[in-house]
Nanobody, 124 residues
Framework: QVQLVESGGGLVQAGDSLRLSCTAPGSTIRTYAMAWFRQAPGKTREFVAAISSFGISTNYTDSVKGRFTISRDNTVNTLYLRLNGLKPEDTARYYC?????????????????WGQGTQVTVSS
């Protein structure tokens, strides 16, 4: 069992930046492919970005390409998501997720472990 804990969300203005973090207390994430998803009120959970276990491969949904950057530091057991140029439509609860394999990385139900999420709210 892997417990994931997100942090770094907040209330910001359009154009601002944030860095989200996801740690796994008591576990290691280095053998897992990781991803960020987000869910806005009244909407389904949406894929944002994914990264392979050693960070060699990354993928993003089109709406965040060039603005968001996923990264990981396995030495400190942490996954990151840098959010630049935030827009009001980025407002959502952001979740990190883990699974063994870096395939179908944009499919939420393929992930085995989830955090509780961190809220990002972007005002216009």
């Amino acid at each position: 069992q892997v417990q994931l804990v997100e942090s770094g969300g907040g209330l910001v203005q359009a154009g601002d930046s944030l860095r989200l973090s996801c740690t796994a207390p008591g576990s290691t994430i280095r053998t897992y492919a990781m991803a960020w998803f987000r869910q806005a009120p009244g909407k389904t959970r949406e894929f944002v970005a994914a990264i392979s276990s050693f960070g060699i491969s990354t993928n993003y949904t089109d709406s965040v390409k060039g603005r968001f950057t996923i990264s990981r530091d396995n030495t400190v057991n942490t996954l990151y998501l840098r959010l630049n140029g935030l827009k009001p439509e980025d407002t959502a609860r952001y979740y990190c997720a883990a699974r063994k394999y870096f395939v179908r990385y944009d499919v939420a139900h393929e992930y085995d472990y989830w955090g509780q999420g961190t809220q990002v709210t972007v005002s216009s």
